[in-house]
Nanobody, 118 residues
Framework: QVQLAESGGGLVQPGGSLRLSCAAS????????MGWYRQAPGKQRELVAT???????NYADSAKGRFTISRDNAKNTVYLQMNSLKPEDTGVYYC????????????WGQGTQVTVSS
């Protein structure tokens, strides 16, 4: 059974840091593009960062210079290190695994809440 389980969210003050983890089971993340998305209250889900199976990374402009996505294929886990957090980073953060060739896949986790507030 395919599962993505996010963890590491919580309440943090502006300027603080959090590290999100996404542990996958039921498939090998090494052949998937893994990504983090977030959804703020009343807004659409948006891309935060992705990392390809080859390790190429892509970031939303709002995340560049502050967030770092990484993967540990041996642990089947993807991380998002978030530094210098701002109130506008508040939202539910979702992990995604995507593959556009066989074996196809587009999997989502349940999300983890991140709240940046003083």
């Amino acid at each position: 059974q395919v599962q993505l389980a996010e963890s590491g969210g919580g309440l943090v003050q502006p300027g603080g840091s959090l590290r999100l983890s996404c542990a996958a089971s039921g498939f090998a993340t090494s052949i998937y593009t893994m990504g983090w998305y977030r959804q703020a209250p009343g807004k659409q889900r948006e891309l935060v960062a992705t990392i390809s199976s080859r390790g190429s990374t892509n970031y939303a402009d709002s995340a560049k210079g502050r967030f770092t996505i990484s993967r540990d294929n041996a642990k089947n886990t993807v991380y998002l290190q978030m530094n210098s957090l701002k109130p506008e980073d508040t939202g539910v953060y979702y992990c995604n695994a995507f593959r556009s060739v066989v074996p196809l896949g587009n999997y989502w986790g349940q999300g983890t809440q991140v709240t940046v507030s003083s």
